[in-house]
């Protein structure tokens, strides 16, 4: 174990996750003492639109993966239309290896809570949803007993700390399914419908939930609200890069010693981030690893210092996502990895386009038959051209990233794939595998 030198030490910016280590960090009595709802009583004072204008200037950026403009976002709401306004928070954090939005409502459920209201107040919504993963009992028990904290406080309902704005905020569990956690999936899920992606445009700023102007954020998203009202844009935009503004929570999973939350300026490396979790673990070497969870391409032992924000990613061919590094090292298989992938997103394809729903049901065959040891030269072949016809030919997100670690694994360690087709290694699976699989 490596244990973390200052500089790299001073690497982490506790700002979402200050408060997770306080004792009963969930309960309103200890986020009142730690500075909470004090940004709802500033922002409450100020006109919705500066509030805007304040997320502008602070360069936040989404949090769920695609790093779209947040202030940005909440402009698009169309004002004096008559019509009701939504905040959606997405709080399905279903992407392989994520685990950033969960711990953060189970620790400081009232961080999103205060950024639920103070982002409600901004875009004029009187209703705003909070949609968490079905399986995350826990974090929605804890959120559950956080809003009704917050009713009880006078937080929430009418006249909100006599202001004279009225919200109510509900928290909608999903049944646990990946797709809902594409946008305009969840919010027909929300409405009770089967949860399947919407045609674009229109677009949820203009028709989104019941057809009326909606802002879907991540829960990361919404709970850096609070802090940027307090500390303001330039304090925010201290931290990061000139693109990637503020801190984010890098959750490191795999073969290192601590593996967990760490919460940095954007633009840490990794090879900062494998210090800090107390390096890899005995006897594993960094082999592949992923910068943003599993729909994000693939990257290797020689990507170590590329600065992990929006840019620097997208520099080295992949994509920040959700900041889900997950690590393997020289005793993981990547063909077997992205094979394990590749059964997640045949499973969880909604079924809605064919690029996606046909493409992934071959792929996972063609990857069993690989590493059963009876794979050939054009399976490599099929691999590419299936993936050139669900990139971008695709309805949603979801087929594409199903994509990512196909081609980055084929790019980077195709003698993994020959050695499986040329009998080099010793098959992974058994032909029993195989079965029904022609
Ligand atoms: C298949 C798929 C799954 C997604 N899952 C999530 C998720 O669990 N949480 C999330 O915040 N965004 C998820 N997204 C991204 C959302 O569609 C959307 O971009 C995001 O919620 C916007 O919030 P942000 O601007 O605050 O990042 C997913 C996208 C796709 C295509
Ligand atoms: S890409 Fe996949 S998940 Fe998205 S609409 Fe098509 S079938 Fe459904």
């Given at each position: 174990?490596?244990?973390?030198?200052?500089?790299?030490?001073?690497k982490l910016t506790?700002?979402?996750?200050?408060?997770?280590?306080?004792?009963?960090?969930?309960?309103?009595?200890?986020?009142?003492?730690?500075?909470?709802?004090?940004?709802?009583?500033?922002?409450?004072?100020?006109?919705?639109?500066?509030?805007?204008?304040?997320?502008?200037?602070?360069?936040?950026r989404?949090r769920?993966?695609?790093g779209?403009?947040?202030?940005?976002?909440?402009?698009?709401?169309?004002?004096?239309?008559?019509?009701?306004?939504?905040?959606?928070?997405?709080?399905?954090?279903?992407?392989?290896?994520?685990?950033k939005?969960?711990?953060?409502?189970?620790?400081?459920?009232?961080?999103?809570?205060?950024?639920?209201?103070?982002?409600?107040?901004?875009?004029?919504?009187?209703?705003?949803?909070?949609?968490?993963?079905?399986?995350?009992?826990?974090?929605?028990?804890?959120?559950?007993?956080?809003?009704?904290?917050?009713?009880?406080?006078?937080?929430?309902?009418?006249?909100?700390?006599?202001?004279?704005?009225?919200?109510?905020?509900?928290?909608?569990?999903?049944?646990?399914?990946?797709?809902?956690?594409?946008?305009?999936?969840?919010?027909?899920?929300?409405?009770?419908?089967?949860?399947?992606?919407?045609?674009?445009?229109?677009?949820?700023?203009?028709?989104?939930?019941?057809?009326?102007?909606?802002?879907?954020?991540?829960?990361?998203?919404?709970?850096?609200?609070?802090?940027?009202?307090?500390?303001?844009?330039?304090?925010?935009?201290?931290m990061g890069t000139?693109k990637s503004s503020g801190p984010m929570i890098y959750s490191l999973?795999?073969?290192?010693?601590?593996?967990?939350?760490y919460e940095c300026s954007m633009g840490v490396t990794l090879r900062e981030l494998l210090e800090l979790a107390?390096?890899?673990?005995?006897?594993?070497?960094?082999?592949?690893w992923t910068p943003g969870g599993?729909?994000t391409?693939?990257l290797?032992?020689?990507h170590l210092d590329v600065p992990l924000d929006f840019e620097g990613v997208a520099a080295a061919g992949s994509i920040l996502g959700t900041t889900a590094t997950q690590i393997?090292?020289?005793?993981?298989?990547?063909?077997?990895?992205?094979?394990?992938?590749?059964?997640?997103?045949?499973?969880?394809?909604?079924?809605?386009?064919?690029?996606?729903?046909?493409?992934?049901?071959?792929?996972?065959?063609?990857?069993?038959?690989?590493?059963?040891?009876?794979?050939?030269?054009?399976?490599?072949?099929?691999?590419?051209?299936?993936?050139?016809?669900?990139?971008?030919?695709?309805?949603?997100?979801?087929?594409?990233?199903?994509?990512?670690?196909?081609?980055?694994?084929?790019?980077?360690?195709?003698?993994?794939?020959?050695?499986?087709?040329?009998?080099?290694?010793?098959?992974?699976?058994?032909?029993?595998?195989?079965?029904?699989?022609?």
């Amino acid at each position: 174990m490596t244990t973390p030198r200052p500089e790299t030490l001073a690497k982490l910016t506790p700002v979402l996750t200050k408060r997770w280590l306080s004792p009963d960090a969930w309960q309103i009595g200890t986020y009142e003492q730690l500075d909470g709802y004090a940004a709802l009583r500033k922002a409450l004072k100020a006109h919705p639109d500066d509030l805007i204008q304040l997320i502008k200037d602070s360069g936040l950026r989404g949090r769920g993966g695609a790093g779209f403009p947040t202030g940005l976002k909440w402009g698009f709401i169309p004002q004096g239309d008559g019509k009701p306004h939504y905040l959606v928070v997405n709080a399905d954090e279903g992407e392989p290896g994520t685990c950033k939005d969960l711990p953060l409502m189970t620790h400081d459920p009232h961080a999103l809570v205060e950024g639920v209201i103070i982002a409600s107040y901004a875009i004029r919504a009187a209703r705003a949803y909070i949609y968490i993963r079905g399986e995350a009992v826990h974090a929605a028990r804890r959120l559950r007993n956080a809003v009704q904290e917050a009713y009880d406080k006078g937080y929430l309902g009418r006249n909100i700390l006599r202001s004279g704005y009225d919200l109510e905020l509900v928290v909608h569990s999903g049944a646990g399914a990946y797709i809902c956690g594409e946008e305009t999936a969840l919010l027909d899920s929300l409405e009770g419908f089967r949860g399947q992606p919407r045609l674009r445009p229109p677009f949820p700023a203009t028709h989104g939930l019941y057809a009326s102007p909606t802002v879907v954020n991540n829960v990361g998203t919404i709970a850096s609200v609070p802090p940027i009202v307090l500390g303001g844009a330039d304090w925010w935009k201290s931290m990061g890069t000139e693109k990637s503004s503020g801190p984010m929570i890098y959750s490191l999973s795999g073969r290192v010693v601590n593996p967990g939350q760490y919460e940095c300026s954007m633009g840490v490396t990794l090879r900062e981030l494998l210090e800090l979790a107390g390096g890899m673990q005995p006897g594993h070497n960094l082999r592949f690893w992923t910068p943003g969870g599993s729909s994000t391409p693939l990257l290797a032992a020689e990507h170590l210092d590329v600065p992990l924000d929006f840019e620097g990613v997208a520099a080295a061919g992949s994509i920040l996502g959700t900041t889900a590094t997950q690590i393997f090292s020289d005793q993981d298989c990547p063909v077997y990895a992205t094979y394990r992938w590749l059964e997640f997103y045949h499973h969880e394809s909604c079924g809605k386009c064919t690029p996606c729903r046909e493409g992934n049901y071959w792929m996972v065959r063609v990857y069993r038959r690989i590493l059963a040891g009876q794979g050939t030269h054009e399976d490599l072949d099929t691999l590419l051209d299936t993936c050139d016809n669900i990139l971008g030919r695709s309805f949603c997100g979801l087929g594409d990233g199903a994509t990512s670690s196909v081609t980055s694994s084929l790019q980077y360690f195709k003698q993994d794939y020959l050695d499986y087709i040329e009998g080099r290694t010793a098959p992974k699976l058994s032909e029993k595998t195989l079965v029904g699989a022609h």
